[in-house]
């Protein structure tokens, strides 16, 4: 037994370690593309998908000064959102909304990026008032056409963003995208300019300026989404599960590196 915890105590240095290196180098590259487009470090929030994270990865991640984590499956985040400290984390939730997990995202979730229909904005709206709580949303943005991705429309999105203003209960605070699935930086940077200029064109046109933050840029392409003005990065695999660990680590840890 003493040796079973002895290696335990050996793997979680070695995962702390590993994020702490990682998130310095995410910190540096952050700074480096905020200064190329003039921006302030302040005003870039790293937000870390711990979706795949064991319950004490994401602690120790909390450990490191890290407050905002983020799930996309009700299911896979009901242990973490009791972990130790889960109070003070900002959870955010990033997938796909089924209507019959709405009021569990409602009522355990502080923000949710993917709001991208009035049916879901009704049913979001109805659990946090039955739990009297209100959510920041952000509203989830197609811009590739893709026909698999979730997101409303550009054409759409007047439309959308009146009927979230008239909430009570729902804070409408940015708008999110998940860029082209392609190797053409080019394309990345276009898809993510077109929602800045969304943002833009909304806080003037409608007066909403609460419409503050863009949700865009992941592991593979947030330098470019930094540029372009993205408030919150979506972290997962190069930040929560960094190579220099996963090389030392289970088996179990290498198969869930590959899905995050």
Not at 87 to 100: D, E, K, T
């Given at each position: ?15 702390l ?13 952050i ?6 487009s ?69 009522r ?19 659990e946090?008032?039955?739990a009297?709580?209100?959510l ?13 991705r ?21 804070h ?31 806080q ?5 300026q ?25 972290l997962g ?10 090389s030392e ?11 995050l």
């Amino acid at each position: 037994m003493a040796e079973d915890g002895q290696g335990r105590l050996e793997e979680q240095c070695r995962y702390l370690e590993a994020c702490r290196a990682s998130l310095a180098q995410i910190q540096s590259t952050i700074d480096e593309h905020a200064e190329v487009s003039s921006r302030h470090r302040e005003d870039i929030q790293i937000v870390a998908v711990t979706k795949y994270l064991e319950t004490w990865q994401a602690e120790l991640l909390h450990q490191l000064g890290l407050r905002d984590f983020a799930e996309n499956r009700w299911q896979v985040a009901r242990e973490k959102l009791s972990m130790k400290d889960a109070h003070a984390v900002r959870w955010h939730f990033i997938g796909p909304i089924q209507s019959n997990k709405a009021k569990y995202v409602a009522r355990a979730f502080d923000v949710v990026h993917s709001l991208d229909n009035v049916s879901l904005l009704r049913l979001l709206e109805r659990e946090a008032t039955l739990a009297d709580r209100t959510l920041d949303v952000l509203v989830q943005v197609n811009l590739d056409g893709g026909a698999n991705r979730h997101g409303v429309p550009a054409a759409a999105l007047s439309e959308l963003l009146k009927e979230v203003v008239k909430s009570s209960r729902l804070h409408l605070v940015g708008l999110m995208t998940m860029a082209t699935a392609t190797e053409d930086t080019r394309q990345i940077r276009d898809v993510f300019a077109q929602l800045r200029e969304l943002r833009d064109e909304y806080q003037q046109k409608l007066s909403y300026q609460d419409l503050v933050h863009l949700s865009m840029g992941m592991s593979h392409d947030f330098p470019i989404a930094v540029e372009e003005g993205a408030t919150m990065l979506r972290l997962g695999r190069g930040l929560v599960l960094p190579a220099t660990y996963r090389s030392e680590a289970p088996s179990s840890v290498q198969q869930r590196s590959e899905e995050l």
